[in-house]
């Protein structure tokens, strides 16, 4: 293998740079060329590209976002921007493609190998950590810390004004971010895509809530069947009028700042192991770590989201909550 090439897809997340970093220093090492395609598959289709050495991702492990930049490629989707992608790679002779992103990255991945002759693996990079095939995806960890501190000053108005605030995270298929911060943080209650009909429980936990309870956090993901944060501030309402309800809706923060210690670790680590799987001869594979071991997951299974929540989980936050 002398010549390998890295991008990172979909929706940035803390730790893709850290990420980029190891690819490129462990290819290097092992002598291995390393070129960088701008805007993800964009940039594969255009030919959009950097080359990548040490001095040049020198000072980024503890920068968000992406070096690389990146898109979601209505092109990719059809089969004139996949041949065109395959062309690229075969014009610059790839041995080796790592896509840093999540499952639909990896379907994009997966589109590719039916056209270019290159051995593809994945990092995952996503904040909502929905793939199946490591504990915790690039991004998570910095998403979900971004969010307590958010709440944790929040919960300073809380108390002042004894205000209901409803918070809304990410998460448009998975709650992952709002279970997490919900224990991280003490919030008293959460919405998520995984259980249905759940504004109808939230009203009948409130009327338990104790009367000297100063604070009360609701943590919403927006891919909630009630439409979002807004929504339910209305039928809380609607329900409960005596109660002074507030909304806020964390967006985009949740995606940038500096990375964990964590996510650097784990970044790092995967990137590592990405350019070791290519010269194994692995292909079509998401790096993964679970329970501290590094995994190979075919994409076909990476890709397939998270379908329902830690039960323990939930039922520890509805315990501490009251």
């Known amino acids: 293998m002398k010549k390998i090439g890295v991008l990172t897809s979909g929706g940035d997340s803390p730790g893709m740079n850290a990420c980029i970093r190891a690819i490129v220093r462990t290819a290097n090492y092992l002598n291995i060329e390393v070129i960088g395609f701008i805007r993800g598959y964009e940039g594969l289709i255009d030919n959009d590209y950097v ?21 979601r490629s209505k092109r990719f989707r059809t089969t004139e921007g996949l041949m065109k992608a395959a062309q690229t790679i075969q014009h610059h002779h790839l041995d080796g493609l790592v896509i840093i992103g999540g499952d639909g990255s990896f379907k994009g991945a997966l589109d590719l190998s039916k056209y270019a002759d290159v051995k593809i693996v994945g990092c995952p990079g996503t904040i909502d950590n929905d793939l199946i095939g490591t504990d915790f ?16 000053k929040l919960r300073d108005t809380a108390e002042s004004h004894d205000r209901i605030f409803v918070v809304e995270v990410m998460g448009k298929d998975a709650g992952l971010i709002a279970l997490r911060s919900a224990l991280g943080s003490g919030a008293e209650a959460i919405l998520v895509p995984e259980i249905k009909n759940d504004v109808d429980l939230l009203i009948q936990k409130i009327n338990t809530w104790r009367k000297d309870k100063s604070s009360k956090i609701i943590i919403v993901a927006e891919g909630d069947e009630t439409g979002g944060a807004y929504k339910v501030a209305e039928i809380i309402k609607q329900y409960k009028p005596e109660h002074d309800v507030r909304v806020t809706v964390l967006g985009h923060i949740q995606r940038g700042g500096n990375p964990t210690c964590m996510e650097r670790v784990n970044a790092s680590i995967m990137g590592y192991y990405a350019v070791k799987a290519l010269l194994e001869g692995k292909h079509n594979v998401m790096i993964g770590i679970v329970d501290k071991k590094v995994t190979y997951t075919p994409f076909e299974r990476a890709t397939k989201h998270i379908e329902e929540l830690n039960p323990e989980l939930l039922t520890i936050l509805e315990i501490l909550s009251n």
Not at 53 to 69: A, D, F, M
Not at 137 to 152: F, H, L, S
């Open 51 to 71: 080359q990548l050495s040490r001095q040049s991702v020198s000072g980024i492990i503890h920068r968000g976002g992406t070096i690389l930049k990146t898109a």
């Open 137 to 152: 995806t690039i991004g998570y960890d910095t998403a979900i810390n971004t969010v307590i501190e958010a709440i944790d």
